[in-house]
C-alpha cells in the first residue's frame, strides 16, 4: 500500500509498489488480465499468477445487424505478460 514516505520518482515505481499485490491490467483487443504481480522490467513485461483473463469480443447479428458482445474469462495459474501489449497496469483498488 502506498504510503507517505514512499517516494514517487518514476512511473515505474508505482508498479514496484504493487509486487505480490493484486493488480488489473488493460491489454490491447480487449483483453483485460487480474493477477498478482510477481515481476516486471522496464519494458512492463510482467509475470502473474492466480490470473483471471477476460476477452472481449463483439460480432454483427446477420439478421439484426445488432452487436453482440462476448465475453470469454478463463483462469491462468501463471502467466508471462509482454510489455508491449500493455495498454494500461492499476494498482490493487482499495476498498476501505
Excluded at 29 to 45: I, M, P, V
Amino acid at each position: 500500500s502506498l504510503q507517505k514516505n514512499d517516494k514517487m520518482e518514476e512511473p515505474l515505481d508505482l508498479i514496484k509498489l504493487s509486487i505480490d499485490e493484486r493488480v488489473y491490467v488493460k491489454c490491447r483487443n480487449d483483453r483485460e488480465l487480474r493477477g498478482r504481480l510477481h515481476a516486471y522490467d522496464q519494458h512492463l513485461n510482467m509475470v502473474l499468477s492466480e490470473v483471471e483473463e477476460t476477452i472481449t469480443t463483439t460480432e454483427e447479428d446477420e439478421e439484426t445487424g445488432e452487436e453482440i458482445v462476448n465475453k470469454k474469462t478463463r483462469s491462468v495459474g501463471m502467466l508471462f505478460v509482454r510489455g508491449d501489449i500493455v495498454v494500461l497496469v492499476s494498482p490493487p483498488l482499495r476498498t476501505s
